[in-house]
């Protein structure tokens, strides 16, 4: 451990490129994802405040099974069991960067759901009534006056979300995608030094999470208008 | 379906052996729990302290260990130590690893607690002649600890599914086996879906439990 | 001339409570209308029927005439949807208890909102209409505070100001002066007044008794979901015929 130092000296100049030009590939699952997971996570929070008994149902079950299984087991199930379940189609274009983005993207939107929903139900009912009274249409109080509300409500715990993404990442190594981790990994065992190497990995992580941790909690104390 | 065909042939098999990580998930998860609920109160009393030489190495620490992902401190751990001559088993460096983490979300959960009820409680407290410690002891985190019963209830849940990560360091827990068992009869299907299904049956019930757990918070307000 | 406002036995019920008990009433134009009554008996479910916030469970309203809130299907009748009923909403100014601002627009837009994406009025237009609602109820100072900077009895009048801009045939009042402290009453009820005298056709429903008096040209009293009592503000205010008027003013009188 003592050696630290000195093997950082020796190596850092040749580990840390190699690792920062993963970061992108990082960035870019967590972006694709993330995307994926705000669209998923709208239609599921619509559904269950829709009136259709039916698409209630079916988002609370998404839901509930989205964030009850950890995620590793989600990216497990994404990528290998649809190739199984039907052979004859062809998978050729189904890579570990597709398999990682759906299946963040959809434990990402059981657990956005949660976070628009109390969004959108949080909003006094006499707000929407309110827009309603003046004649306005369903559609139009949503779009004037619930979703601008909802938003600001909604973006602190989303800002999180995206934090938490950025580092659940690395668990796509587990089903062989190139990034940050998977790349510390190889330059780890290949050059016996796992805690040098995991060490830095961990360090660029951090360079990454904690400014948006900063911006995420300065959104939190700027977005809270009183009622 | 082969699915299903699958399923009925082998489901026995592979359920049985999927079972036998069971034990070491559960292992885990409570270890790792009982280390956070314990090391994480002192990380929370560290960084709610007057004394910036105790606040500003628990706000480190909290920061480092919520800011980097969990695989990579179990790495550090498992992989790093053995370097500087601790050799810890997948078990142990499972539990210590994910301890360490969780009490950083801990201290968080019981400063949010804390601080919630601080003020006027505490204020009352010194005027009666109490130290702040007693205040802290007999006041302040007996009132906490009831609001804070749902989210360390919701973090355990997030512990149990954080055991599957344990997995790349080789202890046997339930996706661990699951692994081995594809790679063995290359049912991945069947398999990691039945994987899926034992966290569930884990996880659903705790999270219902903590939905009641609100609702009943919220009545006490 | 038809009555502006014609409501014809309604009937409400919530589950197991029958909240309205057949409600008939006459509205003529320009008139004032105030509704009292102990708190369960109807009058704000009544006031939320109007504007169809509440589909009620028998009976209909007309508007200047026509049926709102249904149409025709065969021999019965079907509730119209929230979509359908924004076109006849247009027409009803509703002043909610609790105000029910929109806390992420300013007063002024607050009060131009609904003209521009309802009615359609340009910008400019809309915000001339919006800035003189707001001068109106003497708040042209305050066209561009949000609502949490704004006292209790300051946002019922931007509320008010809001439902102005739409220039509505019938103006509702569900309580207007409920929810705020008691100092702030006087100025609602200002501008309440001021409206009465310029000749709007107003159903409010209120615990200022006195006001009630000053500013209707009928005071009706409900009780039990039924229209009990109703007349001038002399007869039934200072005069009341049924036992149960009679009560519940004493009631009132003795607080």
């Known amino acids: ?227 | 379906m082969r699915f299903f065909e699958v399923l009925g042939q082998k489901g026995e098999y592979f359920l049985i052996t999927l079972l036998g990580g069971w034990p070491t998930t559960v292992k885990v998860a409570a270890g790792a729990l009982v280390f956070a609920l314990i090391f994480g109160l002192v990380i929370a009393l560290l960084r709610l302290s007057r004394w910036r030489a105790f606040r500003i190495p628990a706000i480190a620490y909290i920061e480092f260990f919520r800011g980097t992902p969990l695989l990579v401190q179990l790495f550090v751990i498992y992989f790093g130590l053995p370097d500087a001559g601790f050799e810890p088993t997948p078990l142990q460096a499972a539990i210590v690893g994910m301890g360490l983490n969780g009490s950083a979300y801990l201290a968080e959960i019981y400063r949010a607690g804390i601080e919630a009820i601080h003020r006027g409680q505490m204020e009352a407290a010194l005027s009666l002649g109490m130290t702040p410690a007693r205040a802290m002891r007999y006041i302040i985190l007996p009132q906490a600890m009831r609001t804070m019963l749902p989210p360390i209830t919701s973090f355990s849940i997030v512990m149990l599914k954080d055991t599957a990560v344990v997995s790349v360091i080789a202890a046997p827990e339930i996706m661990f086996y699951a692994r081995n068992l594809v790679t063995e009869t290359l049912q991945s299907a069947v398999i990691y879906c039945m994987a899926g299904a034992l966290y569930l049956c884990m996880t659903v019930p705790m999270a219902r439990l903590v939905a009641r757990l609100e609702r009943s918070r919220r009545a006490w307000q | 001339m038809a009555p502006l406002l014609q409501i014809v036995d309604l009937h409400k019920r919530f589950l197991e409570l029958e909240v309205l008990t057949g409600v008939s009433l006459e509205v003529a134009r320009g008139e004032k209308v105030s509704i009292i009554g102990p708190s369960g008996s109807g009058k704000t479910t009544l006031l939320r029927c109007i504007n169809y916030l509440e589909k009620p469970t028998a009976g209909h309203i007309y508007i200047d005439g026509k049926l709102i809130g249904e149409k025709q299907v065969n021999s019965g009748y079907v509730h119209l949807s929230d979509r359908e009923l924004a076109k006849e909403r247009q027409e009803i100014g509703f002043v909610f208890q609790r105000f029910n601002l929109f806390p992420h627009l300013t007063a002024l837009g607050n009060v131009t909102i609904a003209p521009q994406k309802v009615l359609g009025l340009g910008r400019e237009e809309a915000e001339a209409r919006g800035r003189a609602m707001l001068t109106k109820v003497g708040l042209a100072h305050k066209i561009d505070e949000y609502p949490e900077r704004l006292s209790g009895g300051q946002q019922q009048r931007v509320a008010i100001a809001r439902v102005l801009a739409m220039q509505p045939k019938l103006m509702l009042f569900d309580e207007a002066t409920s929810a705020l402290d008691p100092e702030l009453i006087g100025e609602v009820l200002r501008v309440m007044r001021q409206l009465a005298e310029e000749g709007s056709t107003m159903v409010i429903v209120t615990h200022e008794i006195q006001f009630a008096g000053e500013v209707s040209d009928r005071v009706i009293f409900m009780d039990g979901g039924k229209i009990v009592e109703q007349g001038p503000p002399r007869d039934v205010l200072l005069n009341p015929q049924l036992p149960r008027t009679r009560d519940f003013l004493k009631h009132l009188q003795e607080r």
């Open chain 1, 1 to 227: 451990m003592l050696e630290l130092p000195k093997v950082y000296a020796e190596h850092i100049h040749i580990w840390l490129p190699e690792l920062l030009s993963y970061v992108e590939t990082t960035l870019r699952i967590a972006a694709v994802a993330f995307a994926l997971a705000v669209v998923i996570g709208l239609a599921a929070a619509l559904c269950r405040t829709s009136r259709s008994r039916i698409l209630k149902t079916i988002a609370a079950i998404y839901v509930e099974v989205g964030r009850g299984l950890p995620i590793v087991v989600i990216l497990y199930i994404v990528y290998f069991v649809p190739p199984q379940l039907f052979p004859g189609a062809s998978w050729g274009w189904f890579n570990a960067f597709v398999g990682s983005v759906i299946g963040l993207g959809i434990h990402g939107g059981a657990i956005l759901a949660e976070v628009f929903r109390s969004g959108i139900e949080a909003l006094h009912s006499g707000q929407r009534e309110a827009a309603l009274s003046l004649g306005m249409t369903p559609a139009k109080a949503m779009a004037y006056i619930i979703l601008p509300q909802a938003v600001r409500i909604v973006l602190p715990p989303v800002a999180n979300y995206a934090i938490g993404l950025l580092k659940d990442t690395a668990l796509c190594s587990l089903i062989g995608m190139n990034e940050l981790m998977n790349d510390a990994k190889s330059i780890a065992f290949a050059e016996y030094q796992p805690m040098a190497v995991f060490v830095l990995a961990a360090a660029i992580y951090f360079a990454m999470s904690y400014p948006l941790s900063l911006v995420a909690r300065h959104l939190e104390a700027r977005l809270s208008f009183g009622r």
